[in-house]
Every structure is written in structure tokens, then in C-alpha cells.
């Protein structure tokens, strides 16, 4: 690793992953052959696949499971907390323990276009496509397409065509 990168000892790194400079990373694991942007942060108790790429500016936190195989554009916010507050009763600053992490799953294949902010308690089906700039509110369904704020369905991707472009490898 290089010098501007925060890389603590708990990191699970596959063989092959790519890191570039100022990357922030915790507690989480990156499978095989995955790259990773600059200014990204993965925290803790967050899951990344093998053979993935996660662009540059981007925010995964606690609670988010990415499979094999996704694009993750740039700046993309991924959400863990519904109801986030700063403080509990009189002012006290919260602490892991009053609060519960609330999860989101990125299903195998599937496309976060930049600048999308991804809430919690949300799955992103196999081969769906998030556009850019979307803010996903609920369940992606597989192979769907879906743009806007709140993200809305599209249309469909043609899956024969998905099945041809994974065969250039």
C-alpha cells in the first residue's frame, strides 16, 4: 500500500484488488480483482464483491453488501440510518448503541450511475441500472432500469444483449 492510503489491519482484501490514493477503509471486505477509486471510504461491516469497480468520491457504509461484478459510479452515497440524529435526550452525543444499522443489498451485475444516493433497507436486483444523479427510494427489481428522484422504473434491459456483451471477455 502506498502512504495516502488509510488501510486499517481488519481489511479483508482479495488478490488482485486495485487501490488508488486517498481511500479511506475499515473494518470491510473487498474481494478479488475489485478497484477501488480515489476519495472512496468503505466502513465497517460493509461487503464488497470480486471484480468490481468502485469510482472515485464514493460513500459505502455499514450495512452495505455489494455482490460480484457492480459498477459503482462516482460519488454515489450509499445510506444506513432512516432517522439519522446527531444527539439522544438532553444533548447527549449517540453512540453505536442507540441506533441500529439498517442494511441495503446490491445484487450480481448490476449499475449505480454518479452522483445517485442509495437509502437504506433497499435491494438493487441482478443487472438493474441505477442512472446517474437518481436517488433510489425502494427495490430495484432485476434487470430493471430506473432514473429520477425518486428513482422510477424505465423500462427493462434486454437481457439477450447483456448475455452477449458478458461474453467479450
Known amino acids: 500500500m502506498n502512504e495516502f492510503c488509510a488501510i486499517a489491519p481488519d481489511v479483508k482484501l482479495g488478490a488482485g484488488v486495485k487501490l488508488s490514493k486517498f481511500i479511506n477503509l475499515y473494518g470491510c471486505e473487498i474481494g478479488e480483482n475489485t478497484k477501488i477509486g480515489a476519495f472512496v471510504e468503505i466502513q465497517k461491516n460493509a461487503a464488497i464483491g470480486r471484480n468490481c469497480k468502485i469510482s472515485s468520491h464514493s460513500f459505502v457504509c455499514e450495512g452495505v453488501t455489494i455482490e460480484d461484478n457492480v459498477f459503482i459510479g462516482h460519488g454515489v452515497t450509499f445510506i444506513n440510518d432512516s432517522y439519522p440524529r446527531a444527539t439522544i435526550g438532553e444533548g447527549q452525543l449517540q453512540t453505536e448503541s442507540d441506533w ?7 445484487k450480481k451485475g448490476a449499475s449505480i450511475g454518479s452522483g445517485s444516493t442509495v437509502l437504506c433497507n433497499v435491494t438493487i436486483g441482478e443487472n ?19 432514473a429520477g428522484n425518486p428513482a422510477r422504473l424505465k423500462r427493462y434491459v434486454d437481457t439477450k444483449v447483456v448475455a452477449v456483451m458478458g461474453d467479450r471477455e
Open 128 to 146: 438493474a441500472i441505477v442512472g446517474a444523479g437518481s436517488v433510489v427510494t425502494k427495490d430495484v427489481p432485476a434487470n430493471a432500469i430506473v
Open 100 to 106: 441500529k444499522v439498517e442494511r441495503t443489498l446490491v
